[in-house]
């Protein structure tokens, strides 16, 4: 099987999906993910990559129940699926390959 790439973004939305578990829908990402990094996120952006995340089989999605605050809208959780975990897994790997190439001289302080 082609190893799948994610990009940067794709990685933090997938990454927080898992950490949500079953409480992940569009809001819930937005949020955690503006709480997590300090970096502002429109949800359009984030519903996009939930989406194309679906599309590329890394994510599955149910609807949950129609609720009154909602206006009776049905929230869409999203679930990592067994390639999505694969995919995190990887790109794990991969970073901490890169970090652990690194010259230790490469993140010492200046005048430290």
């Known amino acids: 099987m082609k190893r799948a790439f994610l990009g940067e973004f794709e990685e933090v939305v997938l990454l927080t999906v898992a950490i949500l578990d079953e409480s992940a829908y569009g809001v819930t990402v937005t949020q955690e993910i503006e709480q997590k990094t300090g970096r502002a996120v429109g949800f359009s952006t984030v519903h996009t990559t939930l989406q194309r995340l679906?599309?590329?089989?890394?994510?599955?999605?149910?609807?949950?129940?129609?609720t009154a605050e909602r206006g009776g809208r049905r929230k869409?959780?999203?679930m990592v699926t067994a390639a999505g975990r694969k995919a995190l897994s990887e790109v794990k790997q991969i970073r901490e390959q890169l970090w652990d190439s690194l010259p230790p001289q490469t993140l010492q302080l200046m005048g430290g």
């Open 76 to 78: 869409r959780f999203f």
């Open 54 to 66: 679906e599309e590329k089989g890394f994510l599955s999605s149910r609807m949950g129940g129609a």
